[in-house]
């Protein structure tokens, strides 16, 4: 099975994303690692990456692309893959489309997980982050038993500057522009899924079952 997961920040992507994997044995792609990789291993690619990075400028798709295309093409992906942080944007759905067809490899369905913006900005302008071990609260569900204090390390737990609501607004806007175009892309091409992940795990885990249920 060979997945693309859509998911806006706070949305619940990395949970969706754990049980995709687990569930189907997949090989979890995000290219977040893959860049670190290649960075850390001194590859052509890895080195080209890290000129633009060391510029304070953004990687460019052609590089980007290159990174996937070379990922996919390791002996682990033949058991099938969850591609997390790309495509971001037309111009690389379509040359994922393109280096698929090349590669012989079948795209099952993406996965788009929606939650109101609204529960968002809750989920995420309420989470508190401990500056020593990375532990994480929040203001409403889960405080530590201290205020401002790790339960683990008794290190600090402050709010993020990314986590501030107008940060994550503006978060938002950036991924809705990228997706948009995205879901557009893949809509026609019966492969787009939609997943309510706006309640809570049993019923997200349950629409998710229900979701690949049809391609067991």
Not at 25 to 30: C, D
Not at 108 to 115: C, H, N, R, T
Not at 183 to 203: F, I, K, T, V
């Amino acid at each position: 099975m060979n997945v693309i997961l859509l998911g806006a920040p706070g949305s619940g992507k990395g949970t969706m994303a754990e049980i995709l994997v687990k569930e189907k044995h997949l090989v979890h792609i995000a290219t977040g690692d893959i860049f670190r990789f290649n960075i850390k291993q001194q590859t052509e690619l890895g080195k080209e990456a890290k000129s633009y990075i060391d510029q304070g400028l953004l990687v460019p798709d052609a590089v980007t692309i290159k990174m996937v295309k070379d990922r996919l093409q390791k002996d682990d992906v033949k058991q099938g893959f969850l591609l997390d942080g790309f495509p971001r944007s037309l111009s690389q759905a379509e040359a994922l489309t393109k280096m698929l067809s090349e590669l012989d490899l079948k795209l099952d369905f993406v996965l788009a997980i929606d939650v109101p913006e609204e529960q968002i900005v809750e989920r995420l302008a309420g989470r508190r982050v401990c500056l020593d071990c990375g532990a994480s609260y929040h203001i409403v569900s889960k405080q530590p038993k201290d205020a401002g204090v790790c339960d683990n390390c008794h290190g600090a737990v402050v709010q993020r500057e990314d986590d501030k609501a107008e940060t994550v607004l503006k978060r938002l806007h950036t991924y809705h522009e990228q997706t948009q175009p995205l879901l557009a892309y893949y809509e026609p091409l019966n492969l787009l899924r939609h997943l309510d992940n706006s309640g809570d795990y049993q019923s997200s885990y349950t629409a998710l079952r229900e979701i690949l249920a049809d391609f067991d």
